[in-house]
């Protein structure tokens, strides 16, 4: 693309350990290329209320070890109306801005996909999301941080469970999709996960509690925020209205899922993909996600993103019915 002279970049949907990561790859790989860029701040709020602020490579230092986003992130409804859209094309344009590159999930993905439509403006999408649930790629920037501080959590809750004979119901986030708490929930040693795409779980869950309370066992029981047969409060209750002897508790790890510094795991992903996000504007490439498949970057149309579900790992969920 012989005419990309500037670029901009935003962070939008919920803060992912690795955003930062992320940005400063897009900068340095910018630099590297004669390429000027400009941060949106506030992600589509900031792109619409014109908040552009040129980057030099001096401030992405010292960020790539901090979790969130220095560019910020806000909810804004005006986007998603065709209005709203037109002020933040009229802003790309104002700016004198070639190509957009936007981190964030599948909802910032339906906007930019409308806006790359729209306007026929170059669009690329970089997937950071803790819920690992777009489809394309086989992980998104700060999931494997997640992971990890969710683990972290459960370690420590274990111990009191296993001190008092307690069961212990934790959830993790996921409102649509259980990617988050089945392989956390596998690699803490739950002893049941409960995630939105399976049915029927209740049932097993009451069969499991009624071999373990008889021995006093203390269980583990992660929970999807999503999960369809009922709130972790409901489950909860239920467990202790059929199992009156047991010592029932509710943990809502909520937003210490998001926070900390990146793991170096989603430093390298995050790195790899603002890389991998400039050299797509550079190739002319619009409206499409830069993902990692099998290892490798590969490129997926922002419309499939957002239309389609991207499937459990039915592998693990064998799994978890094996060592449970």
Do not use: W
Request: with cysteine; hydrophobic share 40%; proline share 2%.
């Amino acid at each position: 693309m012989e005419n990309l002279k500037r670029i901009a970049v935003l962070t939008s949907g919920g803060d992912a350990p690795g955003m930062n990561a992320a940005i400063r790859a897009v900068v340095r790989t910018s630099f590297n290329n004669g390429i000027e860029v400009y941060g949106i701040m506030r992600g589509y709020d900031g792109l619409i209320k014109n908040d552009f602020r040129k980057l030099e490579s001096r401030d992405v230092s010292n960020i790539i070890q901090t979790g969130g986003t220095i560019l910020k992130t806000a909810r804004c409804p005006e986007f998603r109306e065709k209005e709203g859209r037109i002020k933040a094309f009229e802003n790309l344009k104002k700016n004198k801005i070639d190509g957009l590159i936007v981190i964030g999930g599948d909802g910032s993905f339906a906007g930019a996909s409308l806006l790359s439509k729209e306007h026929n403006f170059p669009v690329i999408g970089i997937p950071g999301t803790i819920d690992n649930d777009l489809y394309g790629t086989d992980y998104t920037i700060g999931y494997d941080t997640a992971l990890n501080n969710i683990v972290a959590a459960v370690d420590k809750i274990r111990d009191t469970a296993s001190s008092h004979n307690r069961i212990f119901f934790i959830e993790v986030m996921g409102r649509e999709a259980g990617f988050i708490a089945l392989r956390s929930g596998i690699a803490s040693g739950a002893e049941a996960i409960l995630i939105p795409e399976v049915n029927g779980q209740i049932e097993k869950l009451m069969e499991l509690m009624s071999k373990r309370t008889q021995d006093k066992r203390s269980s583990i029981i992660i929970v999807a925020e999503g999960e369809r047969e009922g709130n972790i409060f409901d489950i909860a209750k239920m467990v202790e209205k059929k199992f009156k002897d047991v010592d029932v508790r509710v943990s809502i790890l909520g937003h210490i899922q998001r926070g900390g510094s990146p793991t170096a795991f989603d430093r390298v992903t995050a790195s790899r993909m603002g890389v991998a996000a400039v050299d797509a504007l550079m190739n002319d490439q619009r409206s499409i996600m830069v993902g990692i498949a099998n290892n490798d970057i590969v490129h997926v149309p922002l419309n499939k993103t957002v239309k389609l579900n991207k499937s459990i790992n039915m592998g693990l969920l064998e799994i978890v019915d094996i060592l449970i």
